[in-house]
């Protein structure tokens, strides 16, 4: 069975810092393109940041561009989001997903996806 699992959330305060990871079971997470997304009470579920297969392209949400980094760890099979300097409005629920290839800016999408974690919850708070 193909799963993603994420980790690392919580409660933090306002410019605090968080390091959210990705790992899968069943398969490995080398080939694809990973995303991450996030879905506060009330609202759509929006991409926060996607990364290639090569770790080549990129790409982030203009609200965390500057503030979060995508990363590829190939040696754990992980892939990890830093989100430094925090805001209150990045509380959601955070997921990671995988599809087998870049497209661009449509990987910014959720429909793009095929497999998905079951999320992590980042609270952001004084």
């Known amino acids: 069975q193909l799963q993603l699992v994420e980790s690392g959330g919580g409660l933090v305060q306002p410019g605090g810092s968080l390091r959210l990871s990705c790992a899968a079971s069943g398969f490995t997470l080398d080939y694809y393109a990973i995303g991450w997304f996030r879905q506060a009470p009330g609202k759509e579920r929006e991409g926060v940041s996607c990364i290639s297969s090569s770790s080549g392209s990129t790409n982030y949400a203009d609200s965390v561009r500057g503030r979060f980094t995508i990363s590829k760890d190939n040696s754990k099979h992980t892939v990890n989001l830093q989100m430094d300097d925090l805001r209150p409005d990045d509380t959601a629920v955070y997921f990671c997903?995988?599809?087998?290839?870049?497209?661009?800016?449509?990987?910014?999408?959720?429909?793009?996806?095929?497999?998905w974690g079951q999320g992590t919850q980042v609270t952001v708070s004084s």
């Open positions: 997903a995988a599809a087998r290839a870049w497209g661009g800016a449509q990987t910014h999408q959720a429909a793009w996806y095929t497999y």
